[in-house]
């Protein structure tokens, strides 16, 4: 399942492909992003560092594929 099969699964009415900046847009949110990094856990196998969890790191998917890239997964 890729990062933007998790993010549809979370929120289906949006097209994350057309966002920069998924908070700032009003496609996620707090409770959102703690079902992402749930969701990225369990999919890929791997722990997030709660220092790693903050906006910035999954504001768009380049920026979830560069956390996730820094955990050795290639999504």
Request: proline fraction near 4%; aromatic fraction near 8%.
């Amino acid at each position: 399942m890729s990062v933007l099969d998790l993010l549809s699964a979370i929120r289906p009415e949006f097209d994350f492909r057309q966002s920069a900046d998924f908070f700032g847009d009003g496609l996620l949110d707090s409770l959102d992003l703690i079902t992402l990094v749930a969701d990225l856990e369990t999919t890929y196998g791997i722990c997030i560092d709660g220092m790693a969890i903050v906006p910035e790191n999954f504001r768009n998917l380049e920026a979830i594929e560069r956390l996730l890239g820094e955990a050795g997964v290639r999504p």
